[in-house]
């Protein structure tokens, strides 16, 4: 039987689209897809070696890693793959059920570096937030001692967590350093959030977490990080500060930085204590409000559109007549580096050989120093220095002079004591002039004629302020009837 090959062959339109379709797919992803990988690459190389030529702090390899390779890697590194073992048999779970676990955790933990996410959009944008809400400031810093950190050292940048504006704040002013990874916490897991946050290099964490597989896989990424030389940014609170003092720290983070530390190893850990402050902080309500929660209830941090809104509407409706102020200073300091090498070294300790609670021991004296280094460095800001004084006044009202006298004598006070104090423009009356006029504006104080009080509806706002610099004026140095006497300049 002879087939007649000239003949016809009738073929659907639909099925002519899809073959096209898949042809051009197929030619997209495998001849165009990975030249254009290849050039985006090249480019983007090309665009990290010239920032590095800038950047105090270089932008390590392992933050250039193709975030699906990070993912493989820390999936099959054999200390989590133990873990995953032992968590199958704890649970009962069956080991493909163990790794499909730890596979969530792996994606959630693991960044996804962009360097024109962090410093073409990230970091613009902080520039732009933290000037128009601030005058933003910075305080202390030690040059000569932050250039002689060696370049091949893993920095973290250790700070105290007044505010959500922190993040912001110091990603704005290290901009020019190096870019920063922080470890956020669930309130980052937002979407259209959560990819712009990742992109930037930060990764997520679940701050209260106790699933033992999910701690061995944080632990993991945070030492192999580290172990690789990426800059990160803890605050060692593990929250914000509800009070306005230095909550002491939570040391999880902390101890997976230094746990696999080799003192005799290539590369240190360098630590450095950023300290924070503000004249107004945004969530000051709310988190002054969670401090008195009643015993045994945990506080809760509710976003409520209708108070956002508010807030918004209120601050529009202030710009549109000519009455918007900005909040105020923000101002951040950059304490002397902590050398791990240096503090093992002095102690004669290896941690990695040490017992568990030994080991414990010492990371929580690690950390006692780093949060004193911190605590040394939070500037004193007007909104701070004027609520200390009105509130050791107590009831009693206080003319300006007396207000001023005291303001003065306090100043001096936490100058002799090592404080950094930020004197906007030089001028101690204009500082005073600033933390009047923010507390007036928010009716923290009472003003009849000449005389100042405090309000005493707004008394746990006013000790939020005042703590900020509490720390610094301990008890055995000045006294607070140092600063109550008026003292005339």
Known sequence: MWTDLSANVAIPMWAVLALSALSAWALL?????????????????????????????????????????LVDRLLFDPDVMAAIDRHASETGMTREQAIAKATRYV?????????????????????RVSQALYRV????????????????ASVVFVINHRSNMDYILVTYVAASSSALSYAVGEWAQVWGLRGLIRSMGAYFIRRNSRDPLYRRILARYVDTATK????????????????????????????????????????????IPVGVNYDRVLEDRVLTAAA?????????????????????????????????????????????????????????????TLAPDPRHAEIDLLGARLMNAVGQVVPALPVSLVSTVILQAGTEPQNLFELKGRVFAL???????GAHVHIPRSDRDYAIEVGLRMLRMRHLILVDGDSYRANP???????????????????????????LTPVVH
């Open 107 to 127: 994606r959630e933990i693991v960044p996804s570096f962009s360097h024109y996410a962090y410093f073409h959009i990230g970091a613009r944008l902080a520039r």
């Open 457 to 483: 509806k707004e008394l746990e706002l006013l000790r939020y302020y005042a703590n900020a610099i509490a720390h610094l004026l301990p008890q055995h140095q000045v006294s607070a009837s140092s600063f």
């Open 29 to 69: 992803r495998g001849l165009l897809m990975p030249s254009v990988r290849w050039a985006l690459r090249r480019r983007a190389n090309r665009a990290i070696a010239e920032l590095n030529t800038r950047l105090k702090l270089h932008i390590q390899p392992f933050k250039l890693t193709r975030r699906k390779v």
């Open 292 to 352: 008195v929660t009643p015993p045994g209830e945990t506080p809760r941090f509710r976003f409520n559109p209708m108070v956002f809104g508010g807030f918004v509407f209120r601050n529009l409706w202030l710009l549109l007549r000519g009455n918007w102020h900005r909040y105020g200073y923000a101002c951040v300091s950059f304490g002397n580096p902590v050398s791990l090498r240096q503090h093992l070294t002095e102690r004669s300790l290896d941690l990695r």
């Open 411 to 417: 100043m001096t006070a936490l100058e002799a004591a």
């Open 137 to 152: 400031r910075l305080g202390y810093a030690n040059d000569y001692a932050l250039k002689a950190v060696p370049p091949d």
């Open 228 to 271: 690789a030389g990426v800059v990160q940014a803890i605050f060692p609170e593990g929250g914000l500060t509800r009070d306005g003092t230095l909550r002491p720290p939570k040391l999880g983070l902390l101890a997976y930085i230094v746990a696999g530390f080799d003192p005799q190893g290539e590369r240190d850990v360098v630590f």
